[in-house]
């Protein structure tokens, strides 16, 4: 009687954990020099990247303009990343010289991360 107890409290709490450990995902952290420059630029990344497929979290600092993000790896990567915050009319570290973007800040054009 004994281990027929034992046998119905461990069986679900190994199925249990077994389900937690497979429903956990591989997450990344890209961290990514980005070219906004002011507040507005700050919140339209953060609010718009956060929105791609897989993305857990998404921080730009103002001071050091760099994007951290930490996504699915299952789900996206850093180019398509890179390639989110472009086409938000924004330049990285990744984006090629004479790269044209369609710049998503009106009194700063040129946008060109510092170096």
């Known amino acids: 009687m004994k281990r027929t107890a034992i046998k119905l409290i461990i069986l679900p709490l190994l199925l249990l954990f077994c389900t937690s450990i497979m429903a956990q995902t591989a997450t990344k952290e890209a961290k990514i020099k980005t070219g906004?420059?002011?507040?507005?630029?700050?919140?339209?990344?953060?609010?718009?990247?956060?929105?791609?497929?897989?993305?857990?979290?998404?921080?730009?600092?103002?001071?050091?303009?760099?994007?951290?993000?930490?996504?699915?790896?299952?789900?996206t990567n850093q180019d398509k990343l890179v390639a989110a915050i472009e086409k938000l009319g924004y330049r990285t570290e990744y984006t090629p010289a004479g790269t044209t973007i369609k710049s998503a800040c009106t009194h700063n054009p040129e946008q060109a991360p510092k170096e």
């Open 36 to 75: 906004f420059h002011c507040p507005n630029g700050k919140a339209n990344i953060e609010t718009e990247i956060v929105k791609e497929p897989g993305v857990k979290t998404v921080v730009a600092d103002l001071d050091t303009k760099i994007v951290t993000i930490v996504y699915d790896v299952d789900k």
